[in-house]
């Protein structure tokens, strides 16, 4: 019974991160349209940018993340207003190998500034061994869970009760006539991409505290993809609580049937589960008309 | 192309001499290439490999060269990717036309790049990828300077059999899903079987996992308590954490790799003093000596960058260079093999032990020397001098 | 100067070109490639093997995701399998490599058939994603498989050897990847004229609405997905002759992901743009390299120290530009030169 709740542990852990990075994903794809290939190097990136802050000032997390989030918000809007804003209108497809392209460049941006060697990251959270019943975690573990839920909760009424959370939702549903009813197109765009730069930080930031930073943290991204696709691509609270269920069963099939299946398992369920419901568990589905 | 043409033309007036003169011999240079990860989070190891090289090359330079030639190092990025080295490695063959081959990327690269290698009997000495897939079977130009992944597990598990006196031993191997991790175990099958230890748990894991929490609590639920880590920087770390978050009591044997100051930043904090075992030396007077000369040749942030893959490429260039000055005036690629397979106890000034390439697999360097780390201090301490295994 | 394009029978619509003019180009482009090797050094001639083992792929993941609107990110996973059953035919059983390459690419096809089988239900990202999920779980097996693939020591390709000619040497292996190029080219080009073609067009446009039309979506994404594969495992084979060791670690995920990006670059859904961009995107390192070697100031310290990583970031920085300046693609570029060039000095 220990081993289970100790995988089952785990599985919260890792099952976590990928939520948030899903999150993130998910809220730009579902503002925009948008695959952002360059997710996992914005988290990278954002991490290193904090692991810097953190160095030269010396804060704690609350503090720190109080002083990363902004920069990173920030550096969301940049990127959209250099690299996707000018490709308003284009074809998807063009848009999705843009971020591509800028996935390459901040990978050669991050080396180029911190060198490849990984380093140790704690951000002010302490290294002592807690224990929540008889399973034992680290804060940053703690952490980690702790912020999925506060981000998805946060999203969930963002996106429900708040004007720009409606105006998002309505330029998902039908781009046009968001236009038309006067809702400025531009700046939701803009805002997913601050607000999803804002969580990759948080993702990023506590990835790293608990899992070392590494200039190979953008590989990341690419793992979160079946979270991201499980729980529906436009679906920000699904991809959170797919992310868990991946991280879950990630575990579970390792614990109990072991030899490198961690990841397949992953892949394996998200075929299935797709073959029964193709737009995900929480996507919306794509009512097309012939 | 016209570079070509030109070069070939050159080429054609300038070979006065009575035997064919080989690519990257002139009178005055010789060229030896290098294929290196330049780029990508595996740069650490090709930075210090270039780094090795230049200062190895500046001081056979500064003594005078070999035989009156100069060293030109001739670097290629191939990013770790197999495909690359290959192409990195043509072009250093037809386009710059290099003499010989010293930095050789991983094993998947250096395997990539074997049939051209033997397709032009390119002298060259592998010392970043000691795997037994590269001198098994041997190959007449290639020389490999380095202990096997196997040995160097064998060795460390084999002191902490010996010396260490751990009660009631289970062992455990934890490792990549590839070559790597392979040649791993089978250092670790080597120690169970000759100890008649008991085998606790083998466990794979695929490269780029990050959370090794259903691993280690696979590991404690098997009762080990001797691990062989066959993680890397982050991963090793990561394993170590999770052992400690498990209050896991543990002597660990690991991977080269953690001898390097960035892994032990990374790994000491999980409290563990592992052992490693490496076929270079790590301190004392013989590093000190290259560290003064690497701060007269090098700039402040390649000596900033040199690892233990410093150290193992210097002492290849200068065997290499040593093999080259025995053929005198005459240089081809032939004679230099010839040379090298004669080389025997050639004297690294204590960076490595003495290289010997005169056996049948044309391999040096597999004595191992093995450390201790303290976690606190983040020091070496050396148990056992250079033994062979 | 045209006044108009009459045609007068139904094979004159579908003709591939109906100008001599064309003709002759393409003709003495072919005899171009035909010398090349003679004028060319060594090292250009295997960087033009492998842009050609790229427009290969392209060609083929075009069909797939071009023509019939079916994306995919498994291309790494059919290379590797390609490869793989290639050199295990060719070294552990023996077979000559101009049987085995094609069994290489029947063996991707069968493969193909129950990574497209996800296709029939999945649109989009989604199908995408599936694809992805299928690559690593080749990946894994061939990992796994080690009686049959030898695991993860890889396997060594040589001897690929007809009338003498060693096959994997400079020139020999040069002709035989143009002689597949240009089968593979006409193939696809005369596909997309026949009903099949067409079919997988209308796929792509609509597919419901192509159901509805009476075409059978089953029988025609599962033929994209074995079409396409076939070619991508000739490739994948092509590649196992060229660097003549195939590892797992040959065929990374990034494959994938470059795959796309050379169709998507060439301009989505023509085959010439899919070998512009394969050609664009395999020479693209090179030229990169060279405009540094001759305008980057070689004593500043500042270049010597991130020379490489200044390399890798001028390619994202190129591929952005150009979808920023032309989001059709490289094909889109050349479609504006023609018709510059057909109209010029008018403006339209």
Same mark, same amino acid.
């Given at each position: 019974?220990?081993?289970?709740?100790?995988?089952?542990?785990?599985?919260?852990?890792?099952?976590?991160?990928?939520?948030?990075?899903?999150?993130?994903?998910?809220?730009?794809?579902?503002?925009?349209?948008?695959?952002?290939?360059?997710?996992?190097?914005?988290?990278?990136?954002?991490?290193?940018?904090?692991?810097?802050?953190?160095?030269?000032?010396?804060?704690?997390?609350?503090?720190?993340?109080?002083?990363?989030?902004?920069?990173?918000?920030?550096?969301?809007?940049?990127?959209?207003?250099?690299?996707?804003?000018?490709?308003?209108?284009?074809?998807?497809?063009?848009?999705?190998?843009?971020?591509?392209?800028?996935?390459?460049?901040?990978?050669?941006?991050?080396?180029?500034?911190?060198?490849?060697?990984?380093?140790?990251?704690?951000?002010?959270?302490?290294?002592?061994?807690?224990?929540?019943?008889?399973?034992?975690?680290?804060?940053?573990?703690?952490?980690?869970?702790?912020?999925?839920?506060?981000?998805?909760?946060?999203?969930?009424?963002?996106?429900?009760?708040?004007?720009?959370?409606?105006?998002?939702?309505?330029?998902?549903?039908?781009?046009?006539?968001?236009?038309?009813?006067?809702?400025?197109?531009?700046?939701?765009?803009?805002?997913?991409?601050?607000?999803?730069?804002?969580?990759?930080?948080?993702?990023?930031?506590?990835?790293?505290?608990?899992?070392?930073?590494?200039?190979?943290?953008?590989?990341?991204?690419?793992?979160?993809?079946?979270?991201?696709?499980?729980?529906?691509?436009?679906?920000?609270?699904?991809?959170?609580?797919?992310?868990?269920?991946?991280?879950?069963?990630?575990?579970?099939?390792?614990?109990?049937?072991?030899?490198?299946?961690?990841?397949?398992?992953?892949?394996?369920?998200?075929?299935?589960?797709?073959?029964?419901?193709?737009?995900?568990?929480?996507?919306?589905?794509?009512?097309?008309?012939? | 192309?016209?570079?070509?043409?030109?070069?070939? !033309?050159?080429?054609?007036?300038?070979?006065?001499?009575?035997?064919?003169?080989?690519?990257?011999?002139?009178?005055?240079?010789?060229?030896?290439?290098?294929?290196?990860?330049?780029?990508?989070?595996?740069?650490?190891?090709?930075?210090?490999?270039?780094?090795?090289?230049?200062?190895?090359?500046?001081?056979?330079?500064? +003594?005078?060269?070999?035989?009156?030639?100069?060293?030109?190092?001739?670097?290629?990025?191939?990013?770790?990717?197999?495909?690359?080295?290959?192409?990195?490695?043509?072009?250093?063959?037809?386009?710059?036309?290099?003499?010989?081959?010293?930095?050789?990327?991983?094993?998947?690269?250096?395997?990539?790049?074997?049939?051209?290698?033997?397709?032009?009997?390119?002298?060259?000495?592998?010392?970043?990828?000691?795997?037994?897939?590269?001198?098994?079977?041997?190959?007449?130009?290639?020389?490999?300077?380095?202990?096997?992944?196997?040995?160097?597990?064998?060795?460390?598990?084999?002191?902490i059999?010996?010396?260490m006196?751990v009660?009631?031993p289970v062992y455990g191997v934890i490792?990549?899903?590839?070559?790597?991790?392979?040649?791993?175990?089978?250092?670790?099958?080597? +120690?169970?079987?000759?100890?008649?230890?008991?085998?606790g748990?083998?466990?794979?894991?695929?490269?780029?996992?990050?959370?090794?929490?259903?691993?280690m609590?696979?590991m404690k639920?098997a009762g080990v308590n001797v691990l062989a880590n066959?993680?890397?920087?982050?991963?090793?770390?990561?394993i170590l954490g999770e052992a400690r978050k498990l209050g896991m009591d543990l002597q660990v044997a690991g991977?080269?790799?953690?001898?390097?100051?960035?892994?032990?930043?990374?790994?000491?904090?999980a409290g563990y003093d592992y052992l490693?075992?490496?076929?270079?030396?790590?301190?004392?007077?013989?590093?000190? !000596?290259?560290?003064?000369?690497?701060?007269?040749?090098?700039?402040?942030?390649?000596?900033?960058?040199?690892?233990?893959?410093?150290?193992?490429?210097?002492?290849?260039?200068?065997?290499?260079?040593?093999?080259?000055?025995?053929?005198?005036?005459?240089?081809?690629?032939?004679?230099?093999?010839?040379?090298?397979?004669?080389?025997?106890?050639?004297?690294?000034?204590?960076?490595?032990?003495?290289?010997?390439?005169?056996?049948?697999?044309?391999?040096?360097?597999?004595?191992?020397?093995?450390?201790?780390?303290?976690s606190?201090?983040?020091?070496?301490?050396?148990?056992?001098?250079?033994?062979?295994? | 100067?045209?006044?108009?394009?009459?045609?007068?029978?139904?094979?004159?619509?579908?003709?591939?070109?109906?100008?001599?003019?064309?003709?002759?180009?393409?003709?003495?482009?072919?005899?171009?490639?035909?010398?090349?090797?003679?004028?060319?050094?060594?090292?250009?001639?295997?960087?033009?093997?492998?842009?050609?083992?790229?427009?290969?792929?392209?060609?083929?993941?075009?069909?797939?995701?071009?023509?019939?609107?079916?994306?995919?990110?498994?291309?790494?996973?059919?290379?590797?399998?390609?490869?793989?059953?290639?050199?295990?035919?060719?070294?552990?059983?023996?077979?000559?490599?101009?049987?085995?390459?094609?069994?290489?690419?029947?063996?991707?096809?069968?493969?193909?058939?129950?990574?497209?089988?996800?296709?029939?239900?999945?649109?989009?990202?989604?199908?995408?994603?599936?694809?992805?999920?299928?690559?690593?779980?080749?990946?894994?097996?061939?990992?796994?498989?080690?009686?049959?693939?030898?695991?993860?020591?890889?396997?060594?390709?040589?001897?690929?050897?007809?009338?003498?000619?060693?096959?994997?040497?400079?020139?020999?292996?040069?002709?035989?990847?143009?002689?597949?190029?240009?089968?593979?080219?006409?193939?696809?080009?005369?596909?997309?004229?026949?009903?099949?073609?067409?079919?997988?067009?209308?796929?792509?446009?609509?597919?419901?609405?192509?159901?509805?039309?009476?075409?059978?979506?089953?029988?025609?994404?599962?033929?994209?997905?074995?079409?396409?594969?076939?070619?991508?495992? #000739?490739?994948?084979?092509? #590649?196992?002759?060229?660097?003549?060791?195939?590892?797992?670690?040959?065929?990374?995920?990034?494959?994938?992901?470059?795959?796309?990006?050379?169709?998507?670059?060439?301009?989505?859904?023509?085959?010439?743009?899919?070998?512009?961009?394969?050609?664009?995107?395999?020479?693209?390192?090179?030229?990169?390299?060279?405009?540094?070697?001759?305008?980057?100031?070689?004593?500043?310290?500042?270049?010597?120290?991130?020379?490489?990583?200044?390399?890798?970031?001028?390619?994202?920085?190129?591929?952005?530009? #150009?979808?920023?300046?032309?989001?059709?693609?490289?094909?889109?570029?050349?479609?504006?030169?023609?018709?510059?060039?057909?109209?010029?000095?008018?403006?339209?």
């Open positions: 019974m220990d081993f289970f709740l100790l995988l089952i542990a785990t599985g919260l852990v890792s099952g976590a991160a990928y939520g948030l990075i899903a999150m993130g994903f998910a809220l730009i794809y579902k503002s925009t349209g948008v695959v952002n290939f360059a997710q996992g190097e914005m988290v990278m990136l954002t991490a290193y940018i904090s692991y810097s802050l953190s160095t030269t000032f010396g804060l704690s997390f609350v503090p720190l993340m109080l002083l990363t989030i902004p920069i990173s918000m920030l550096l969301g809007l940049a990127l959209e207003r250099i690299f996707i804003r000018p490709m308003l209108g284009e074809p998807i497809f063009a848009i999705v190998m843009v971020t591509v392209g800028l996935a390459v460049i901040l990978r050669g941006v991050t080396i180029m500034i911190w060198g490849p060697d990984p380093f140790n990251f704690t951000a002010g959270i302490s290294t002592e061994v807690v224990y929540v019943g008889s399973v034992p975690f680290y804060p940053a573990q703690l952490y980690l869970i702790a912020a999925l839920g506060v981000l998805t909760l946060a999203g969930w009424i963002f996106l429900r009760f708040t004007r720009m959370g409606i105006a998002m939702r309505a330029v998902a549903a039908n781009e046009t006539a968001a236009l038309l009813v006067g809702i400025s197109v531009k700046r939701v765009h803009a805002t997913a991409w601050a607000f999803s730069a804002a969580i990759a930080s948080v993702a990023g930031v506590l990835f790293a505290a608990n899992f070392k930073l590494a200039p190979d943290l953008w590989f990341q991204g690419l793992k979160s993809f079946p979270a991201v696709i499980l729980g529906g691509l436009d679906s920000v609270i699904g991809s959170a609580a797919a992310g868990l269920v991946i991280g879950i069963i990630e575990n579970l099939f390792q614990g109990y049937v072991g030899q490198g299946l961690r990841e397949i398992s992953g892949f394996i369920v998200i075929i299935i589960v797709l073959m029964v419901r193709p737009y995900g568990l929480f996507g919306s589905k794509d009512i097309e008309r012939v | 192309m016209k570079k070509t043409l030109l070069a070939f !033309a050159a080429a054609l007036l300038a070979s006065t001499a009575s035997y064919a003169q080989d690519p990257g011999v002139t009178d005055t240079e010789i060229k030896i290439g290098d294929v290196n990860i330049m780029t990508g989070p595996a740069s650490f190891i090709g930075k210090a490999v270039s780094v090795g090289s230049k200062i190895a090359a500046a001081e056979i330079n500064e +003594a005078g060269g070999v035989n009156g030639r100069k060293i030109t190092v001739v670097t290629e990025d191939d990013g770790y990717i197999p495909a690359r080295s290959f192409q990195a490695l043509t072009k250093l063959i037809e386009v710059d036309g290099i003499f010989a081959l010293n930095g050789t990327s991983g094993t998947a690269n250096v395997l990539a790049m074997m049939p051209l290698i033997e397709e032009h009997n390119l002298p060259t000495v592998v010392t970043t990828a000691p795997n037994e897939l590269v001198y098994n079977p041997v190959r007449p130009s290639v020389f490999t300077i380095g202990a096997s992944y196997a040995d160097a597990f064998y060795g460390q598990l084999k002191y059999h010996e010396k006196g009660k009631d490792r990549q899903d590839d070559d790597f991790g392979l040649a791993i175990e089978n250092g670790y099958d080597r +120690a169970v079987k000759e100890f008649g230890a008991k085998d748990l083998r466990l794979r894991f695929k490269k780029g996992t990050a959370n090794y929490a259903a691993e609590a696979q639920q066959g993680g890397i920087i982050a991963g090793a770390a990561n991977v080269w790799s953690e001898d390097m100051p960035p892994s032990v930043n990374l790994t000491a904090p490693v075992a490496d076929y270079v030396a790590l301190d004392g007077p013989a590093i000190d !000596a290259f560290m003064e000369k690497a701060k007269k040749y090098a700039s402040p942030e390649e000596v900033g960058a040199i690892n233990r893959y410093t150290y193992i490429t210097y002492a290849g260039l200068h065997a290499l260079a040593e093999a080259m000055k025995g053929c005198g005036k005459e240089l081809s690629r032939a004679c230099t093999v010839e040379q090298l397979k004669k080389l025997k106890d050639f004297d690294t000034q204590g960076v490595t032990a003495p290289i010997s390439f005169d056996n049948e697999k044309q391999l040096s360097g597999t004595a191992l020397k093995i450390y201790q780390l303290d606190k201090t983040k020091t070496f301490k050396t148990l056992q001098d250079f033994t062979q295994y | 100067m045209r006044t108009g394009n009459f045609k007068e029978t139904a094979g004159q619509l579908v003709a591939l070109s109906d100008s001599k003019v064309v003709w002759g180009w393409a003709a003495a482009l072919l005899v171009l490639m035909v010398a090349a090797p003679f004028l060319i050094g060594n090292y250009q001639v295997t960087l033009m093997v492998s842009a050609m083992i790229a427009v290969i792929g392209a060609v083929g993941l075009n069909m797939l995701t071009g023509t019939t609107g079916l994306i995919s990110l498994g291309q790494a996973g059919f290379l590797a399998v390609g490869a793989y059953t290639n050199a295990i035919l060719m070294m552990d059983y023996g077979w000559p490599f101009w049987l085995s390459m094609p069994a290489g690419g029947v063996a991707a096809a069968i493969i193909s058939i129950f990574v497209g089988v996800p296709s029939l239900r999945l649109k989009g990202l989604y199908l995408a994603i599936t694809t992805l999920a299928f690559s690593f779980i080749i990946n894994h097996i061939i990992l796994y498989a080690e009686g049959l693939t030898h695991g993860p020591n890889g396997i060594f390709v040589s001897n690929a050897k007809l009338f003498g000619i060693d096959f994997q040497r400079g020139k020999a292996l040069y002709y035989l990847t143009l002689g597949i190029v240009v089968i593979t080219v006409f193939a696809a080009l005369n596909i997309q004229r026949t009903r099949i073609g067409r079919a997988w067009m209308a796929i792509r446009d609509h597919d419901i609405a192509a159901r509805v039309m009476g075409i059978d979506l089953v029988r025609y994404k599962l033929l994209a997905f074995v079409v396409s594969s076939f070619i991508v495992g #000739i490739a994948g084979a092509l #590649i196992s002759l060229q660097i003549r060791f195939v590892n797992i670690d040959v065929f990374a995920l990034i494959l994938s992901i470059e795959a796309l990006a050379i169709i998507i670059l060439g301009g989505l859904g023509s085959i010439a743009g899919a070998i512009l961009g394969a050609i664009f995107l395999s020479f693209l390192p090179e030229a990169i390299r060279l405009f540094f070697g001759l305008f980057a100031d070689p004593n500043s310290s500042f270049y010597t120290t991130y020379v490489y990583e200044i390399r890798g970031i001028a390619y994202g920085v190129v591929i952005v530009a #150009i979808l920023r300046l032309k989001p059709e693609g490289l094909i889109g570029l050349w479609r504006d030169i023609r018709k510059y060039w057909s109209n010029w000095p008018l403006a339209y």
